[in-house]
């Protein structure tokens, strides 16, 4: 196969390639050989060396921009040209601004202070247990249990007020660094011994911590101490570097704090993958089904087959919080559903799986096929197959596909999916984590479409219950998700976070309702959401958004009517609303007109509709039972 | 004075002080380039210290004010550790 291989080139020779391709104004193929080379090295050398090309790049390559702000006790500097170096990676144009040394305290409680000025969309609050908390990291042998109280008392009052004030200025996310642990405590084996150690009390502090995160919206842990401890307190620290210039960790650590970092800005930026889909043989076992047979392959809990075990189990849980799983294996089908159904070790069973592509069809088109099935775009899957020429043939011929490198020894197969950034999340809504029935639920209303002979028996055939209500603190998560993750079917693609709904709400004259929809198969969830705003006699639409699991089921026009009663009864005469296009929003595009609004306006973004409540009504389907509820405000 | 060593040396210094490797010289240092700041002089010495796979001491760091000189602590500390 012709492929735009390079992986014979060591990293001086990658750097030459990609000098030469953007002298030749080959932006993309550059690009991508910069994703290789950051691959391949992950140091401070290269991450400058990457950085700088991206900067000449930027301009060519379609990438989103983000601002992230640091407020920090300790030397970060180092740090970010990593950071931006992986944040280019991800397709994320990201700008960096640091706080000036130990002035977080001044950056947080003035107004006019640089943080603000910066306008960041996220920031994180990186101190140190040394910093914050000097009498439990250094002193704490000269305290008494309750000095030991009142100072943790303390530290997380400091917080709290951080917090608060920074709330009342900013709508950015805010991401904590939690407290870590001494590398051994000030009493030495006697730490474990007692009621109040040295470890009890940080430990305490970092509960608080994650409790008073946990209050507020767009407010996350970092768990520090964990990623400190992970890499190995003992060899986390460079003593010299902290005396010196305030660095506190070693040079071999300093990728793991930026990789730690991106790992928030991956789900922050929207740049996750919503499945996952996998290869069958030497990937979820050891071995070639078609010529090993069932007793041959390597799958179980004992070595070598407890390899490939373990990666099933790192599926399962991206599975358990919402991640679909699929597969797309060159095999004969009927070999390969024998073992997913009946060999004794898998832990994946059939059901695990929204989508397979079972075939000797090439992978690329396959991934096509199944991001199709699922109704998602190709951006949205990653994959993950041991054989590095699928790998690459994959990303030459969908390059919106997000590959997972794995490493040739199975042994570390678990680790690669579980240390992937694309599968991280910050929240989870109770759909992420029912997802996978709900997608089995999609698959058998398909095969009903198919033998129901007219399109309203059709929707007859599928009982659908509609349940409409307004905002409430409970579906404030889910409803932020719909408005920042959904694509295809958004009016206008006003992406929201919880904290901005929250306010918009709160202002007179606007109104936020969810839509819940159930039918014979299933209950799809919190499906839709739809805000709008009164002004005089006319109400408009600012957001409208379906997801793509309940599209074609004239859901949209049960909540359409339901909108328009709403508007006609607070008085309205009018209903407006934009209909903005994106790349990925042509499902939307004739839902005004078809439900005969008139075009207004046309503005080089979108075009303006709008309908005349008193004459026209939106009725509602006759075979979508809608209920109203009231809200919890 | 352009050992294997060396060029290595120059090769970090120019990825990250973001010079060509012809305008670095053995007599480089920050008196004679403008991008070679504290910030650019710690992330040089990190850059350094993932290379090489060591830490300098404090007393090494601040001998290391020249290309020249970064060269021969580094070629001190190899063959110190070997």
Known sequence: MALSQSGRLNVAELRQEIDRLMERGEATRASHLLSELWTKDNTVSTATFIVSRYEQLRPKLNLLPYRMAILRSFTVEPIVPLLRAGSFHAGIDLTVHMSDFNAHVQEILDPKSSLYGFAPDVVFLAVQTRDVAPELWRDYADLNSEQVQSAATRVVGDFRSWVSNFRARSKAHLIIHNLEQPSVPSCGILDGQVANGQAVAIQQINRRLQALAAERTGVYILDYDSLVARHGRAHWHDERKWLTVRLPMAAENLNHVAKEWLKFLHPLTGKVAKTVVVDLDNTLWGGVIGEDGMAGIELGTEYPGVYFHNLQRALLDLHQRGILLAICSKNNLDDALEALKNHAGMLLKPSHFAAMRINWTDKAENLRAIAEELNIGVESLAFLDDDPTECQQVRSQVPEVFVIDLPSDPRGFAQAVRESPVFERLVLSEEDQRRGAIYQAHRDRQELAQTVASRDDFYRSLQQEAEIAPLTKASLTRIAQLTSKTNQFNLTSRRYTEQQISEMVSSPGCDCFSIRVRDRFGDNGLVGVAITRFEGQRCEIDTLVLSCRVIGRTVETAFLSFIADHARKLGARRLRGWFLPTTKNAPARDFYASHSFTPLEQNGKGILWELNLSQVPVSCPEWVKVTVRNGDR | ?82
Request: proline fraction near 5%; hydrophobic fraction near 35%.
């Open chain 2, 1 to 82: 004075m352009t050992s294997p060593l060396f060029e290595r040396v120059r090769g970090i210094a120019e990825n990250v002080l973001k010079l060509p490797g012809s305008q670095i010289t053995a007599q480089s240092s920050p008196e004679t380039i403008a991008s070679w700041d504290s910030v650019q002089h710690l992330n040089l010495i990190l850059a350094l210290e993932q290379e090489f796979g060591c830490q300098f001491e404090p007393e090494e760091i601040d001998q290391m004010n020249s290309i020249d000189r970064i060269h021969s602590v580094v070629q001190n500390k190899l063959n110190h550790g070997s």
